[in-house]
């Protein structure tokens, strides 16, 4: 299987096309005020201008209100996929008739199989490493041994995530996906081309790698 790859917290059209050059699957724009990397709509619209097909673009939430989300989608038709790393609950999730995801803090006590019973209809779970006040981020790594194989959902692995550590983290936990954003970063919000290159040639490595394993069990 191909683990596809997101890049989060972009706020430059230059970083957004040059990831979507680059292999992305899928970017991501963060709609949460107190992040570094946050953005408004306005800077969003201008982050999108010449967004070439076949990218899922991803609108990044946490806690926010029917009328944040709303103002996102009707003014970025390009936004096709909702990410809620907050409280929210499933009913607050699909309100919005469009495909989401939902990240799911990895605490001590986290049961990712009741998480994906709750949320049955996200398309994925994205686990991320748990920091207390801090909703995703955080530039840190958890065990991702934690992380079980038989889960009825798939998995979007984030959390301190780098070109060093992504292919040891897919061999480990084979994802549906990974997420990376401070781990590709020149400063907070703004992106580094060579980083981005590393990471998705790390990823592509990891899934090569893989594919020869299973092909000799």
């Known amino acids: 299987m191909r683990t ?27 709609f ?16 999108l201008l010449n967004m070439p097909p076949f990218v899922t673009v991803t609108a990044l939430f946490v806690n ?59 398309l994925g779970l994205l686990v991320d490493t748990y920091k207390p006040n801090v909703p995703g981020g955080s530039g840190e790594a958890f065990d991702w041994h934690r992380v079980p194989h038989d889960l009825s959902k798939p998995i979007i692995l984030a959390g301190g995530l780098t070109p060093d550590n992504v292919a040891a983290a897919i061999g480990q936990v084979t994802p549906f996906a990974v997420d990376v954003s401070g781990g590709v ?4 919000g703004i992106k580094d081309a060579q980083k981005m290159a590393d990471f998705i040639g790390a990823v592509s490595y990891a899934r090569e790698k893989l594919a020869l394993h299973l092909s000799a069990v």
């Open 64 to 122: 926010p209100s029917v009328d944040d989300v709303q103002a996102v989608l009707q003014a970025l038709p390009t936004v096709s996929l909702l990410q809620f790393h907050g409280d929210e609950s499933p009913e607050f999730c699909r309100s919005f008739g469009r495909a989401y995801i939902k990240a799911i803090p990895m605490r001590d006590d986290v049961d990712l199989q009741q998480a994906a019973n709750r949320f049955h209809d996200a």
């Open 32 to 47: 949460y005020p107190p992040s570094p990397r946050a953005v408004t709509i306005e800077q969003a619209q201008a982050a």
């Open 4 to 30: 596809r790859v997101k890049i989060c917290g972009l706020t430059r059209a230059q970083d957004v096309q040059a990831a979507c050059a680059l292999g992305a699957d899928a970017i991501g724009l963060v």
């Open 185 to 188: 970063e020149a400063s907070k």
